[in-house]
C-alpha cells in the first residue's frame, strides 16, 4: 500500500507558476509509473503528465512546454512544475503512482489549483 500525500495547490493569476509536490510513504525508487491527473468540474480526470520506466516523459498538448514532471527518490517525492499557467487549467491536480507494470496504482487526495485573476 502507498500512500501520497499532494500539496502546493492554491490560487494564482493567469501567467504565474506553481510547483506541485506528491509525498510518497515509502520508498518510490524502481517504481514503474507516476503521474498527474486532473478533474475539473463537469468533466472527466485527464491525463496531465506521466513518466514510466525506459521512457520518456508525456505530456498533454494543452501543457506541453508549460508543464514539467520530475522524480526525487531521495524525498520519494514527484513533482509537477507548472508554468505560463491559464484559466482552463483550473482543476483538482491528482498524483498517481504504479509500482509495477501490472500491479495496482495508487491516488492521493488532489489539490485545488485555480487560475483566475
Known amino acids: 500500500q502507498v500512500q501520497l500525500v499532494e500539496s502546493g495547490g492554491g490560487l494564482v493569476q493567469p501567467g504565474g507558476s506553481l510547483r506541485l509536490s506528491c509525498a510518497a510513504s515509502?520508498?518510490?525508487?524502481?517504481?514503474?509509473?507516476m503521474g498527474w491527473y486532473r478533474q475539473a468540474p463537469g468533466k472527466q480526470r485527464e491525463l496531465v503528465a506521466r513518466?514510466?520506466?525506459?521512457?520518456?516523459?508525456n505530456y498533454a498538448d494543452s501543457v506541453k512546454g508549460r508543464f514539467t514532471i520530475s522524480r526525487d527518490n531521495a524525498k520519494n517525492t514527484v513533482y509537477l512544475q507548472m508554468n505560463s499557467l491559464k484559466p482552463e487549467d483550473t482543476a483538482v491536480y491528482y498524483c498517481?503512482?504504479?509500482?509495477?507494470?501490472?500491479?495496482?496504482?495508487?491516488w492521493g487526495q488532489g489539490t485545488q489549483v485555480t487560475v483566475s485573476s
Open positions: 513518466m514510466t520506466a525506459g521512457n520518456s516523459p
Open positions: 515509502g520508498s518510490i525508487f524502481g517504481f514503474y509509473g
Open positions: 498517481n503512482v504504479r509500482p509495477t507494470s501490472v500491479g495496482p496504482n495508487y
